[in-house]
């Protein structure tokens, strides 16, 4: 008897030990357990303990070491939620069945802000991605001017440990299907490549806040390169100039020798000044037709622009704006 009771005390020990649920968490949507590359046992033990605690971390750690104790096996970041047993946790990082992470970017300016972005969701480092974009880019025909054109901001799905090449190489994918048949036709309607559509989107995103004013912008852009007219957008002369905090753009700004001072050059930059929004790309693919090639900022300072099709009524808008720039003291 005594046997028995010996061998049901030791079962229910061991269901204990493998099947208590983890009660966590810092999170309701799950905490993380994140195990990089080369990572050591001792490691991985301790990213268990710092993630899940240190009673559950260890019995998910003595299931891992039972089942393999492979940390390159189980490269990776694994969500883990509540009512998750130690045994569950232990059989899917052994078996190295990660849960994909959310990338997100949006409003990235620099091809390095935007390395920083992904590098802060996945394991590479943003010299890594950025070697990467360097190795995968040109054979699909992009120049480095041209890279951001190679992305459209999204939420994506990637497993944290993925080599910086098939990031990459996903996020091209993703952008090539975003170009659809469609829209490779209106491209071509306005005598425009992709590329080159990118960068006006990425030009009138700089130039306004304001949504519902991007396809007007879009299409006075389209006008002056249509008459050929050089752009002489104020965006282009921030990123030359390397300071997109400008207020105000001065003779000295506009004489900035640079391949994107569109005050200097005809046509357009050489590729867009920061990663345009898919529906920026819209914008200008959909964009209304008008007359208009002049634009100012409003001297409400509402963010909205006064649009003039004759350089006179233009000089009156700009008039007014210079005018009250000077009242507020902007420099």
């Not at 003779?251 to 867009?272: C, D, F, M, W």
């Not at 003039?308 to 003291?329: G, I, P, S």
């Amino acid at each position: 008897m005594t046997a028995i009771i010996a061998v049901i005390v030791g079962i229910i020990a061991v269901l204990a030990f493998a099947f208590i649920p983890y009660t966590g968490g810092s999170d309701r949507d799950g905490d993380w357990v994140y195990v990089p590359h080369d990572a050591t046992p001792a490691q991985v033990r301790d990213s268990l303990k710092c993630s899940l605690g240190s009673s559950m971390g260890m019995r998910v750690y003595i299931m891992w070491k039972l089942m393999g104790n492979n940390p390159a096996r189980t490269e990776g970041a694994y969500r883990i939620n509540v009512g998750n047993t130690a045994l569950g946790i232990a059989r899917r990082m052994a078996t190295g069945r990660q849960t994909p992470v959310r990338v997100t970017f949006n409003g990235t300016r620099t091809m390095p802000q935007l390395a920083e972005r992904i590098a802060s969701q996945l394991q590479c480092t943003p010299d890594e991605f950025l070697d990467a974009c360097a190795e995968v880019l040109p054979s699909h025909g992009f120049s480095r001017a041209m890279y951001p054109a190679a992305f459209i901001p999204d939420t994506y799905e990637f497993y944290w440990s993925a080599a910086p090449e098939n990031v990459v190489r996903r996020l091209l994918d993703y952008r090539n299907n975003f170009w659809t048949d469609s829209r490779i036709a209106k491209a071509k309607a306005l005598g425009l490549s992709k590329v080159e559509v990118a960068t006006v989107a990425s030009i009138i995103e700089e130039e306004t806040a304001k949504k519902d004013e991007r396809p007007m912008v879009a299409r006075l852009y389209l006008n002056r390169l249509e008459k050929g007219i050089r752009l002489q957008a104020d965006p282009t002369v921030k990123y030359a100039v390397g300071d997109f905090s400008l207020r105000r753009i001065r003779g000295e700004h506009l004489k900035v020798a640079s391949p994107y001072n569109t005050y200097r050059i005809q046509g357009l930059p050489p590729g867009p000044i920061r990663v345009p929004s898919g529906a920026a790309i819209d914008d200008v693919l959909n964009a209304p037709h008008h007359n208009y090639i002049y634009m100012c900022a409003k001297e409400d300072f509402s963010g909205y622009h006064n649009f003039a099709v004759d350089y006179a009524t233009h000089q009156a808008n700009a008039k007014r704006y210079q005018k009250e720039l000077n009242r507020r003291n902007i420099k």
